[in-house]
C-alpha cells in the first residue's frame, strides 16, 4: 500500500456568505463564490502549498461547490503534477431551506442547544449525516491507497465542518472532542503527517471554544491535535 506522506486538507476561502448571510435568500449554497479577500487567502495558501509540494505529483479531491472550486483554481497548481477529481461527499453539510431569516435564524440556536452533530436541519442535514459520507469518503480514500503508484500527496479542498469530521473519523475522536472544536478559518490548512512509526499526526490543532464534556463511559477525554481554549468564539458555521 502507497500511503502518502501527507494528506493536506484546506477550507475555503472567504465566501460572500461568509460576509453576508443574506445572500442565502436569492442563491443557493452551492452557487456562492468566493470574495476579493477570499481570492487573495486562497493565492496565498496556494504559494504555500507548492512550495511544499514542490515537484512531487498530487492527488486532489475537491468539493463540487464554487467557493470550493475557485479556492482550487487560484492555488495555481502545476497542472501536470496533479490529478483533480470533483468529489460530492466533500460537499457542504445541507442546510435546507435558507428563504425565512427568522426560521434559519430559531433552527441555528435549537441547533447550538441541541448539539452540532446530532441537529438535523428541517429539510437538511445533521453533522451525524456529514461524518457518514465523510466516512464513505474515507473508505475510498484508503482503497485508493492501494495503487502502487499513488502520488505521496493527497490535497482535499472542502468546508471547515467537513475538516473537523474527516479528521473525528481518522483519528476517532468522541463526538464530545467534536462539538468542543472551532472550525479553522478561511484557506487555513490542517495537514496529517505520515510519521517513521507508520501513524499519521496533525501539524496543527484544531483550536477549542471550550472544555469537552466527560462521560463516564469514555472517561477522560483526549484530542490529539487539538489546540487551546479560544472562549468567547462560536464553533463556525462554514457559510
Same mark, same amino acid.
Given at each position: 500500500? &502507497? ?9 475555503? +476561502? !472567504? /465566501?460572500?456568505?461568509? #460576509?453576508? $448571510?443574506? =445572500? ?88 447550538? &442547544? ?9 429539510? +437538511? !442535514? /445533521?453533522?451525524?449525516? #456529514?461524518? $457518514?459520507? =465523510? ?105
Amino acid at each position: 500500500m &502507497a500511503r502518502p506522506r501527507r494528506i493536506v486538507l484546506v477550507r475555503h +476561502g !472567504e /465566501s460572500t456568505g461568509n #460576509v453576508d $448571510d443574506t =445572500v442565502y435568500e436569492r442563491e443557493p449554497d452551492h452557487a456562492l463564490g468566493l470574495t476579493g479577500r477570499g481570492r487573495k487567502q486562497a493565492e496565498a495558501t496556494g504559494e504555500r502549498l507548492r512550495d511544499l509540494f514542490g515537484q512531487e505529483r498530487v492527488s486532489v479531491y475537491v468539493s463540487p461547490y464554487r467557493r470550493t472550486l475557485e479556492t482550487l483554481h487560484a492555488f495555481h497548481l502545476d497542472p501536470d503534477l496533479i490529478r483533480v477529481r470533483e468529489e460530492p461527499r466533500l460537499r457542504e453539510q445541507d442546510w435546507g431551506n435558507w428563504q425565512d431569516r427568522e426560521d434559519v435564524r430559531l433552527q441555528k440556536a435549537y441547533r447550538d &442547544a441541541y448539539g452540532h452533530f446530532f441537529y438535523r436541519f428541517a429539510q +437538511g !442535514e /445533521s453533522g451525524a449525516d #456529514v461524518y $457518514d459520507r =465523510v466516512g464513505g469518503f474515507l473508505e475510498s480514500l484508503f482503497r485508493s491507497f492501494e495503487a502502487p503508484d499513488h502520488p505521496p500527496n493527497v490535497l482535499i479542498v472542502t468546508h471547515g465542518l467537513a475538516m473537523r469530521l474527516f479528521c473525528m473519523r481518522w483519528f476517532h475522536w468522541t463526538v464530545a472532542e467534536f462539538e468542543s472544536l472551532s472550525n479553522p478559518g478561511n484557506a487555513e490548512v490542517r495537514m496529517l503527517v505520515l510519521g517513521e512509526n507508520g501513524k499519521y499526526a496533525l501539524d496543527k490543532p484544531f483550536e477549542r471554544w471550550r472544555e469537552p464534556e466527560r462521560y463516564p463511559i469514555t472517561g477522560q477525554t483526549e484530542c490529539t491535535g487539538v489546540g487551546e481554549n479560544r472562549m468567547g468564539e462560536l464553533r463556525g458555521d462554514d457559510h
